[in-house]
């Protein structure tokens, strides 16, 4: 099917995968803005949080600003499921500079800070600590991680931390018993999403990597896509995989509004 789909297009590839390089992104608003703030967190050493809901595109901007670090200044330890708990955190850290994680919890907690203080120190590398899904945090993870900031945090920071996570992420931190830890955030941006136009431009943008550099999509499909997806990048590309396959269907050379409300009802009712 997939076959015969990319020949019915055109497409040298198919559109709205999520095996994009870096230099391959669609930079719209919210992308570069979240992009900013995560280099300018990264270079101050800084603690920072970003926010979105499901789809936004938190994590697709946090790999596209990690990726341009200079492997021989940064070391980026990125934790993916942050449901492993206080030790889980800590032991992550510590594997992912070099060393063999203690057995006690209270020893290998100041063992993740004494890693992260020598691979800045001795080994001129900033750490940059990322924790994705951070709306899954519990307080006490919470909390370990404000004990690691305070670490000469206040005269000479060794490390950046980047949270990222739904928008419950930001109401917990206002929580007064997360004061400190809200306290030490020196950068927060929440991510919209898209425009109408930016979801135009995300359309082309994805169909001109496929090798279709020509209008496919009409604009009332384009429209309709917008609508339903809030612009939320990977809601874009779901019902937007969903309208071609069912112009394909029908045999239509253009993905027309017809086809976008097929796809819309198929994906809405899933």
């Known amino acids: 099917m997939i076959d015969k789909l990319q020949a019915h297009y055109g497409f040298t590839r198919m559109p709205f995968g999520r095996d994009l390089a870096p230099g391959m992104l669609h930079r ?3 992308h570069g ?38 492997t021989a200044r940064h070391t980026v330890i990125y934790l993916p499921d942050p449901t492993v708990g206080v030790r889980g955190i800590h032991h992550a850290i510590v594997s992912c500079l070099g060393g063999r994680p203690a057995h006690g919890t209270a020893a290998l907690t100041a063992q993740s800070a004494g890693a992260l203080a020598a691979e800045h120190a001795e080994r001129g590398r900033t750490p940059v600590l990322v924790i994705d899904e951070a709306h899954l945090l519990q307080a006490d993870q919470l909390e370990s991680v404000r004990m690691l900031t305070n670490h000469a945090m206040d005269s000479a920071a060794v490390f950046a931390c980047l949270l990222i996570g739904q928008p419950t992420l930001r109401r917990r931190l206002k929580l007064g018993q997360l004061a400190a830890l809200d306290q030490r955030i020196a950068v927060r941006y929440h991510m919209n999403g898209m425009t109408l136009e930016e979801t135009s431009s995300y359309l082309k943008h994805h169909l001109a990597l496929s090798g279709r550099s020509d209008t496919l999509f009409s604009d009332d499909a384009a429209a309709l896509i917008h609508q339903t997806s809030r612009g939320y990048p990977r809601a874009v590309n779901n019902i937007a995989v969903a309208t071609l396959l069912a112009a394909f ?11 976008a409300r097929t796809a819309v009802t198929e994906v809405t009712t899933e």
């Open 28 to 30: 719209h608003a919210a």
């Open 249 to 259: 269907t029908a045999g239509k050379a253009i993905a027309d509004e017809s086809s």
């Open 33 to 70: 803005e979240a992009a900013a703030r995560i280099t300018w967190c990264v270079a101050g050493k800084a603690l920072g949080v970003i926010t979105g809901e499901v789809g936004a595109g938190k994590t697709v901007a946090a790999r596209s600003s990690l990726a341009g670090l200079d």
